[in-house]
């Protein structure tokens, strides 16, 4: 059982937009930055967003994030067939002093 | 340019134990705010960090594992060294490190991945 609760899965067309959840608790999304991490199939994770809305260089501008409270969503803006993957929230855990992360979330584009 | 690279053997039998090391290039674990990860993911499911050891030599663990897991750093070879006891099945999985820059909560840059498969 993952620390961090997303949604299994979630779909939408392509040019439409996503948002994918992220709830969790004081001990860490309400008090520590929030990443998040596309794995597109055999490959590693890759970072999309970190301290809750920044991104990479190399990440487009169609994916944003966001953080109100113990909770955190990722927005995907003009999909494309290449967004579909899993995605995963990631942040630190004050009270397990540990790295947590979400069970992950499919994207799937129809 | 930054790059992780993780080794070890991929084949390990129930009880063994297994050591990884994750090779390093493009930073230092000497620099303040520098932190190295180890994360798996077992075939089909979720990413589940393991470890983490920090410039200062600080080291973190799993709660569920923190009893079978070892971190430890070799900064003039730029390797960050893992074991872990008493191999099991459940533990077959794709090991991971990746770095964290900063004292931050992001892991920014990951090694391929090594996946390890536990069986007799």
């Known amino acids: 059982q993952s620390v961090l609760t997303q949604p299994p899965s979630v779909s939408a067309a392509p040019g439409q937009t996503v948002t994918i959840s992220c709830s969790g608790t004081?001990?860490?999304?309400?008090?520590?930055?929030v990443s998040w991490y596309q794995q597109l199939p055999g490959t590693a994770p890759k970072l999309l967003v970190y301290d809750n809305n920044s991104r990479p260089s190399s990440i487009p501008d169609r994916f944003s994030g966001s953080k109100s409270g113990t909770s955190a969503t990722l927005g995907i803006t003009g999909l494309q067939t290449g967004d579909e993957a899993d995605y995963y929230c990631?942040?630190?855990?004050?009270?397990?002093?540990?790295?947590?992360f979400g069970g992950g979330t499919k994207l799937t584009v129809l | 340019q930054v790059t992780l690279r993780e080794s070890g053997r991929a084949l390990v039998k129930p009880t063994q134990t297994l050591t990884l090391t994750c090779t390093f290039s493009?930073?230092?674990?000497?620099?303040?705010?520098?932190?190295v990860s180890w994360i798996r993911q077992p075939p089909g499911k979720a990413l589940e960090w393991l470890a983490l050891?920090?410039?200062?030599?600080?080291?973190y663990y799993s709660t569920s594992l923190k009893t079978r897991l070892t971190i430890s750093k070799d900064t003039s070879k730029n390797q960050v060294v893992l074991t872990m006891t008493k191999m099991d099945p459940v533990d077959t999985a794709t090991y991971y490190c990746a770095r964290t820059p900063n004292s931050g909560n992001s892991l920014d840059y990951w090694g391929q991945g090594t996946l390890v498969t536990v069986s007799s």
């Open positions: 493009g930073f230092s674990l000497d620099t303040s705010g520098m932190c």
């Open positions: 990631g942040t630190w855990d004050s009270s397990l002093s540990a790295v947590v």
């Open positions: 004081s001990s860490n999304i309400g008090n520590h930055y």
């Open positions: 050891i920090d410039w200062e030599d600080d080291k």
